[in-house]
């Protein structure tokens, strides 16, 4: 099923050769949940959820959460911008994991259509050592875009991702909220 929707809306090849076999389940605070390229809002979306998926409680996990539609599908120049990176996470415990990028919830440009927003989830072979820019805080968008979590897994030898979902969503009155929280400067 996840393969199919992975498929369907074209996640696979534009963030990941070959699709996770499990779905990942991702519950946000506001009462929703991610299933596989269902529309969500930006409002919906504005905290971090709970994401869990089948764990070995022994091993070490990875998770990523990725725009490829920036500014557009269409146009993706950006491709992709990051939205969150968790890294050595124990079992499915994300409060336990390092976080690499602080989350930032989903905010597409006003006229820029729906956006796909994807979770990936990989088992760690070891420990994945700090990113070469730090912590990467929600205050600041740097450093996330032209992001590639391929490029990302292949690197870290991360192989196939276990586990994943996906949503989209399109502006709403919530973006230029989340805009506001981009203080830091360059
Ligand atoms: C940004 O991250 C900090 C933790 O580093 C958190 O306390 C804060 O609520 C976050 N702000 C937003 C707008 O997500
Ligand atoms: C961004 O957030 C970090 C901590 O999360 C803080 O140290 C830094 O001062 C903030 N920058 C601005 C410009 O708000």
Known sequence: MAVQAFQKHEVIPDVLKTAPLKVAKVVYDSGVEVNLGAELTPTQVKNPPTVTWEANPEALYCLVLTDPDAPTRADPKWREWHHWIVANIPGCDVSKGDVFAEY???GPPEKTGL????????????KLANPEYGRLKNNSTQHRN??????FAEKNGLGDPIAGNFFQAQYDDYVPQLYKQFTAKY
């Not at 032209?146 to 490029?151: A, D, G, P, V, Y």
């Open 115 to 126: 956006h796909r927003y994807v979770f990936v989830v990989y088992k760690q072979a070891g």
């Open 146 to 151: 032209e992001f590639k979590t391929q490029l």
């Open 104 to 106: 930032v919830g989903a």
